[in-house]
């Protein structure tokens, strides 16, 4: 239910809500399952609040600029998001019907199970954004942009209406466990000559993503170890080359830990000594209990040393490393050593996938 005090801050608008804002820094405003149909929502409202099962119904976002919006399980039935900008939300459970996304930039949005029912996707952009289960069903495209985006496990995407091609990234048609949806990807203008190649070029994206956790002074080794993973077609993520400019660095390595199948924690008697990198285990560790508790086995941390810290390491926390078969780099330096255990290390993140589809 939401805050009676943040409703009521939000109906007086303007300057109450600006007044809030200022005093109540980095505090999330709580409008969950609030009835917001007759409240001007505008961009101060929806960044740092949550708006979950809220009923946003025709809600006039058009042309805002939306940053970590929460609106899991929201309505927004008809509301109108033409040429809005939003960033790393979640909108999972989402009700989208009949929404006017036309020009709207996504990156980073979670759309697991969202409506898009008859949603207008002209000229919008999907960049990053998870739409496993997601209902694409008499949703118009065209113009339609999708970067990096696994549509396997979309929904609807053979009742989509096609007013003209649309661009699929590379990386959007080989990614996913999943059955390709090579039907929609024709009718979006993809050539019949990429298709025909498209089962070879999946089965070298035959891996887990995976993001990279480490030291600073472990750098080289990680630096190392991110080349070869890119090199071997393997979407890994590390701080220094993948992070957003500009954002926090905690938020963006916590965002990463949520979208990368795999967490490679790098482990050495530094790394053991850093809070950020053990902050990044105990999400990890959150991350795969709460995937168990989904029914999913999927393991998460993949720990990875290159010296024999972590066996001296006195912490709690040791079993739930050194209960996994942890990779051993300790001879990195020696290249015939590391490439030895960089193919264990491929095999480890390997996975089954589907190659064709029909």
Same mark, same amino acid.
Request: proline share 3%; net charge negative.
């Given at each position: 239910?939401?805050?009676?005090?943040?409703?009521?801050?939000?109906?007086?608008?303007?300057?109450?809500? &600006?007044? &809030? *804002?200022?005093?109540?820094?980095?505090?999330? #405003?709580?409008?969950?399952?609030?009835?917001?149909?007759?409240?001007?929502?505008?961009?101060?409202?929806?960044? @740092?609040?949550?708006?979950?099962?809220?009923?946003?119904?025709?809600?006039?976002?058009?042309? #805002?600029?939306?940053?970590?919006?929460?609106?899991?399980?929201?309505?927004?039935?008809? @509301?109108?998001?033409?040429?809005?900008?939003?960033?790393?939300?979640?909108?999972?459970?989402?009700?989208?019907?009949?929404?006017?996304?036309?020009?709207?930039? #996504?990156?980073?949005?979670?759309?697991?199970?969202?409506?898009?029912?008859?949603?207008?996707?002209?000229?919008?952009?999907?960049?990053?954004?998870?739409?496993?289960?997601?209902?694409?069903?008499?949703?118009?495209?065209?113009?339609?942009?999708?970067?990096?985006?696994?549509?396997?496990?979309?929904?609807?995407?053979?009742?989509?209406?096609?007013?003209?091609?649309?661009?699929?990234?590379?990386?959007?048609?080989?990614?996913?466990?999943?059955?390709?949806?090579?039907?929609?990807?024709?009718?979006?203008?993809?050539?019949?000559?990429?298709?025909?190649?498209?089962?070879?070029?999946?089965? *070298?994206?035959?891996?887990?993503?995976? #993001?990279?956790?480490?030291? /600073?002074?472990?750098?080289?080794?990680?630096?190392?170890?991110?080349?070869?993973?890119?090199?071997?077609?393997?979407?890994?993520?590390? &701080?220094?080359?993948?992070?957003?400019?500009?954002?926090?660095?905690?938020? /963006?390595?916590?965002?990463?830990?949520?979208?990368?199948?795999?967490?490679?924690?790098?482990?050495?008697?530094?790394?053991?000594?850093? @809070?950020?990198?053990?902050?990044?285990?105990? *999400?990890?560790?959150?991350?795969? /209990?709460?995937?168990?508790?989904?029914?999913?086995?999927?393991?998460?941390?993949?720990?990875?040393?290159?010296?024999?810290?972590?066996?001296?390491?006195?912490?709690?926390?040791?079993?739930?490393?050194?209960?996994?078969?942890?990779?051993?780099?300790?001879? &990195?330096?020696? *290249?015939?050593?590391?490439?030895?255990?960089?193919?264990?290390?491929?095999?480890?993140?390997?996975?089954?996938?589907?190659?064709?589809?029909?």
């Amino acid at each position: 239910m939401a805050n009676p005090e943040h409703l009521a801050i939000v109906q007086q608008g303007g300057r109450a809500l &600006w007044q &809030w *804002r200022k005093l109540n820094r980095g505090v999330f #405003m709580d409008l969950s399952d609030a009835d917001l149909r007759e409240t001007p929502v505008g961009e101060s409202v929806l960044p @740092a609040t949550w708006l979950d099962g809220a009923d946003l119904t025709g809600a006039n976002l058009s042309g #805002m600029y939306i940053t970590s919006l929460v609106a899991r399980n929201a309505s927004l039935r008809g @509301a109108n998001l033409q040429a809005a900008v939003l960033w790393f939300s979640d909108m999972s459970g989402a009700d989208l019907t009949d929404a006017n996304l036309q020009q709207c930039y #996504m990156h980073a949005v979670d759309l697991r199970s969202a409506k898009l029912i008859h949603s207008d996707l002209m000229t919008a952009a999907l960049n990053d954004a998870n739409v496993a289960g997601a209902d694409f069903t008499g949703s118009l495209w065209g113009s339609t942009m999708t970067g990096r985006v696994d549509l396997s496990n979309a929904l609807g995407l053979g009742e989509v209406e096609h007013r003209g091609s649309s661009y699929i990234s590379t990386e959007t048609m080989v990614w996913g466990g999943g059955i390709p949806p090579l039907a929609f990807f024709r009718r979006s203008g993809v050539p019949q000559a990429f298709l025909d190649q498209l089962p070879s070029l999946r089965q *070298r994206q035959a891996y887990q993503s995976c #993001m990279i956790s480490y030291t /600073e002074t472990d750098n080289e080794f990680s630096q190392k170890l991110y080349d070869d993973l890119r090199a071997a077609g393997i979407d890994c993520w590390r &701080w220094r080359e993948r992070a957003t400019w500009g954002e926090p660095v905690r938020d /963006e390595t916590a965002k990463a830990v949520e979208k990368y199948d795999r967490l490679v924690v790098v482990l050495s008697k530094d790394a053991l000594k850093s @809070a950020p990198v053990l902050e990044e285990i105990e *999400r990890a560790l959150k991350k795969e /209990e709460r995937q168990l508790r989904e029914g999913l086995t999927r393991s998460v941390l993949f720990p990875v040393r290159i010296d024999d810290a972590v066996f001296e390491w006195a912490d709690p926390r040791r079993l739930s490393l050194t209960e996994k078969v942890m990779g051993d780099f300790s001879l &990195w330096h020696d *290249r015939l050593k590391f490439d030895e255990s960089f193919a264990r290390l491929l095999a480890g993140l390997r996975k089954n996938v589907v190659v064709l589809g029909t």
